[in-house]
């Protein structure tokens, strides 16, 4: 193998490799997926001179470590944790050079769920349907990252980015997700839709890059029965039988048959894949534009 | 038809029926083909299609109200034969539930064309449209923790085949070895929405092993 590769030392709870996903499929059943906090993946890639569509390290509440066999420049993002080499403390959300053979450390999240971890080049592992996200739905992309996994690197096109350091939002003290309403809230009872935009919910533990699941008030259905499977869309908050809201993220399934009470904006889904579990949520209704 | 609007650029389009949201389905692509849509997914499902990435949900909306659905969708795809062992370990609960013998549960899933009428679950499996609605059977009261891939399930209205192994509460009559989904193939999945299927015996009738 060439020396533009990555060796795994720590990998973590959980760490992928992400990119913008695989829009266009979702027809075939195959889930949008990429990384949860896109701009915090972006940031990190322009910071180190890729493309902001390159592949990226996305990990999961307590970081991970890497050797790279060749010298390269990484930057950390997304959630802030104590980023070394070689046991020597660097920089956050700045680009960094990692000597061949040297050993990164992205350590615990300090707050927030998920840091990026960019390295000039890319990380450049075989493209699924012109993406190299995994997806933890449907098992699409290269498999979450164990000790010892070898990734290779693309090669760098441009210098990175001379800041010393790059301003990022803090994850959220309280998570509050505007919402359209629809396209099934008729399906609860008028209490209920009140309930969904007045009352306090709680990220649940369970949340994960399929959805980011709730604890609070259960939400009442106004009528019985199934409704029939239908499209799913990014940020839909689908309400299953229990009656606790899920807002649905990046590796969520196509179609679904609980009914979608209401959409949360685009924008403010960073921030939920920024959000512990605890993390006061509160959806707030806005008008569609 | 009912169009709904899903968050700021998305549109549920509901309509009554599932020959319904072929047409409506095949009305889209056809518009997409010759440019008059531009929009980033169209995924049909049982009763509806969505429409995700329009600039302009509502307009589409007052456009698609007013459109009149060719009655039938057209047959625009070449059918795709599996051919299927009828083995499957609940191919005796699926002849008890439609009152007939197992041996004629394959005559009647073999001799019957389906059209894909959407995807999801996972990537590559079909909800296969076409047998009569007298032969609509219930999901397994206990899902199965592991169905093997290319196992062929009925469930409710529809057939489908297993991609990839992965739990599931179908009632399995067959065995096809047709792969379903192979990402490194173009097209990566064998059956897409529209796609005719049929289904070509191969091999005697019944469980494997069975006396």
Do not use: K
């Not at chain 2, 792969?179 to 070509?200: E, I, K």
């Amino acid at each position: 193998m060439t020396d533009r590769a990555l060796s795994v030392v720590r990998a973590g709870a959980l760490t992928t490799v992400q990119d913008r996903g695989r829009p266009g499929h979702a027809h075939l059943g195959v889930p949008h997926s990429g990384a949860l906090d896109g701009p915090a993946a972006e940031l990190a890639n322009r910071l180190v001179g890729n493309r902001p569509e390159a592949a990226v390290l996305e990990t999961t509440l307590n970081g991970c470590a890497v050797r790279p066999r060749s010298t390269v420049t990484v930057a950390v993002a997304g959630a802030p944790c104590r980023v070394t080499v070689d046991g020597r403390p660097v920089a956050w959300g700045a680009p960094v050079r990692v000597p061949a053979g040297a050993l990164l450390d992205v350590g615990a999240a300090v707050s927030g769920v998920r840091s990026y971890v960019a390295v000039s080049g890319g990380v450049a592992v075989e493209p699924v349907l012109c993406s190299r996200s995994t997806d933890l739905l449907s098992g699409l992309g290269p498999p979450p990252l164990t000790d010892g996994t070898v990734l290779p690197l693309g090669s760098p096109e441009v210098p990175h980015a001379r800041v010393d350091v790059a301003p990022q939002p803090a994850p959220p003290a309280e998570l509050v997700l505007r919402v359209t309403a629809g396209p099934r809230d008729d399906w609860f009872t008028a209490e209920a839709v009140r309930t969904f935009t007045s009352r306090v919910y709680r990220v649940s533990s369970a949340s994960n890059r399929i959805g980011l699941r709730t604890e609070g008030p259960a939400l009442e259905r106004a009528r019985s029965g199934e409704l029939p499977s239908e499209g799913m869309v990014l940020g839909a908050v689908q309400v299953p039988p229990d009656g606790r809201p899920v807002v649905f993220l990046a590796d969520h399934p196509t179609t679904g048959g609980y009914p979608v009470i209401a959409v949360v904006r685009a924008a403010d889904l960073p921030a939920a894949a920024q959000a512990v579990p605890g993390t006061p949520v509160r959806f707030v209704a806005v008008r569609r534009r | 038809m009912r169009a709904l609007p899903v968050g700021d650029g998305a549109l549920l389009v509901e309509v009554a029926s599932g020959e319904e949201a072929q047409a409506l389905h095949a009305e889209l692509l056809r518009r997409r083909a010759e440019g008059s849509l531009s929009v980033r997914e169209i995924v049909p499902a049982a009763r509806t299609v969505l429409l995700d990435g329009l600039a302009d949900p509502a307009r589409l909306a007052s456009e698609l109200t007013a459109t009149q659905l060719p009655p039938t969708p057209p047959r625009t795809h070449d059918v795709v034969e599996l051919p299927v062992r009828y083995d499957g370990p609940d191919l005796a609960d699926v002849a008890a539930l439609w009152g007939v013998g197992e041996a004629e549960v394959a005559r009647i899933h073999a001799s019957t064309e389906f059209r894909v009428a959407f995807c999801g679950f996972a990537p590559g499996f079909g909800y296969l449209a076409g047998l009569p609605s007298r032969y609509d059977v219930p999901r397994r009261a206990t899902p199965r923790t592991a169905v093997p891939a290319g196992s062929v399930g009925l469930a409710g209205p529809y057939t489908g085949v297993y991609p990839r192994s992965s739990p599931g509460g179908w009632q399995l009559i067959g065995t096809t070895d047709a792969v379903l989904w192979d990402h490194a193939r173009v097209p990566a999945a064998l059956l897409s929405p529209g796609t005719r299927v049929r289904f070509v015996p191969v091999g005697p009738v019944g469980p494997v092993g069975a006396p």
